[in-house]
């Protein structure tokens, strides 16, 4: 299983981004996806994750409202559309694969920065 996560760059705050990953290996019917980030000293947090099959989704209450996640079948992609952007989201994004009836996930991409100048 791989997960190819980009999209990440340098934008102003109030700027818009739009991550992707793209997941190969396997077929993640019935998997949960989910983006996770990481600011320099400070611990990994969720940041949204779908449930592939039902696009059922889920966000961090620091999100909410400005960030969307979503999932292209076809494509085998996930995607994470961030409006609004604030300094404050400046981390390493991760994309992840949970398989079902799995407490943890359990695949992880490499991480694209975000960083977002006030």
């Known amino acids: 299983v791989q997960l190819q996560a980009s999209g990440g760059g340098l934008v102003q705050a109030g700027g818009s981004l739009r991550l992707s990953c793209a997941a190969s290996?396997?077929?993640?019917?019935?998997?949960?996806m989910g983006w996770f980030r990481q600011a320099p000293g400070k611990e990994r947090e969720f940041v949204a994750r779908?449930?592939?099959?039902?696009?059922?989704?889920d966000y961090a209450d620091s999100v909410k409202g400005r960030f969307t996640i979503s999932r292209d079948n076809a494509k085998n992609t996930v995607y994470l559309q961030m409006n609004s952007l604030k300094p404050e989201d400046t981390a390493i994004y991760y994309c992840?694969?949970?398989?079902?009836?799995?407490?943890?996930?359990?695949?992880w991409g490499q991480g694209t920065q975000v960083t977002v100048s006030s």
């Open positions: 779908i449930a592939w099959n039902t696009g059922n989704v």
């Open positions: 992840a694969a949970r398989r079902p009836m799995s407490r943890d996930y359990n695949y």
């Open positions: 290996g396997r077929t993640f019917t019935n998997y949960y």
